[in-house]
């Protein structure tokens, strides 16, 4: 072989490979139901948060997860992770929201089949992965300390009002949300009402105690969170209102796992239908009831 001949065809070879490379690289750890029922492993991503996933072992998405994987016959693991890493240790591909656009960071490694740890339904994650049935009803509530000198808004059965109520309650005060989630301050215009916002910079779980301390004079959680934070600091937080409309959780997959999607969604109707779902929310979350009633009932 000619030295030119070598080199053309080196120069092909090279641009071949690095073809390939960076979708091999991305696609390593990826599967769909039958890569996972052949390895035998189901991996669930989750973050301890809420009583969702309790760090302990145990929670309502940790449960749910256990039986799926008995439902597909292979073993269950969990693998922990972060808000910051969680997308990226499912799809391969580290992003951020950018609004309701996505901002691409990086590819990184596939460490898990489906997230399931109270994952709120929001436009920009939709453009990352697909998400289940709904698996639990929320809404983000502003929660501030007891003796916080506002009373909690009555409901005026609508809901827009009642949130442009409650923003009306903070301005000029110090409101904390927590980038990267469903409770980034910049999803709900808190931004126009005072200009005193902060982020979070530690779990989900640590930003009601961290509230009850005075980093902030009010903060935006969730429903699972709200209620377990005052069932455990009882007398020392309210809710003031809403700052969301009704959201719904549900599990996230990958955009090219549409057949463990679809054993997902079958599983959890009969989990459902069964009545082992309600006794499972009956365990973890039952003051739920109080508040959204209608979507248990639906069920």
């Not at 990086?106 to 049935?133: C, F, H, P, Q």
């Not at 902030?216 to 009882?234: G, H, N, Q």
Request: aromatic share 10%; with cysteine; net charge positive.
């Amino acid at each position: 072989m000619t030295i030119k001949r070598f080199l053309k065809y080196g120069l092909l070879s090279a641009l071949l490979l690095l073809t390939i490379l960076p979708v091999s690289s991305v696609r390593a750890g990826a599967a769909d139901l039958d890569q996972v029922r052949e390895s035998g492993v189901l991996r669930h991503l989750g973050i301890p948060y809420a009583n969702f996933v309790t760090g302990q072992g145990d929670g309502l998405s940790v449960e749910i997860m256990q039986l799926f994987a008995k439902y597909l016959g292979v073993e269950y693991r969990f693998v922990q992770t972060t808000w910051a890493d969680l997308f990226g240790d499912l799809t391969g591909t580290r992003v951020k929201a950018a609004g309701d656009d996505v901002q691409v960071l990086g590819k990184t490694a596939i460490r898990g089949d489906v997230i399931a740890n109270g994952l709120t339904k929001l436009a920009w994650r939709e453009k990352v992965v697909n998400y289940s049935e709904p698996t639990f009803p929320t809404q983000v509530w502003c929660i501030v300390r007891a003796d916080f000198p506002a009373v909690p808004i009555a409901s005026s059965g609508d809901v827009q009002k009642d949130i442009g109520a409650v923003k009306a309650l903070l301005k000029g005060r110090r409101v904390m949300g927590k980038d990267g989630t469903c409770l980034e301050p910049g999803l709900y215009g808190i931004e126009a009402y005072t200009s005193d916002v902060c982020s979070f910079p530690g779990g989900l779980n640590d930003m009601a105690p961290a509230l009850i301390k005075g980093e902030a004079e009010a903060a935006l959680l969730d429903v699972p969170d709200s209620l377990v934070a005052l069932e455990k600091w009882p007398g020392k937080i309210k809710v003031l209102g809403p700052i969301s409309p009704e959201q719904i959780m549900a599990a996230g997959f990958r955009k090219d796992s549409p057949e463990l999607l679809r054993a997902f969604n079958d599983f959890f109707t009969e989990l459902k239908r069964s009545g082992e779902y309600l006794r499972l929310v009956k365990k973890y979350y039952p003051a739920v009831f109080r508040y959204y009633k209608g979507f248990f009932d639906a069920k």
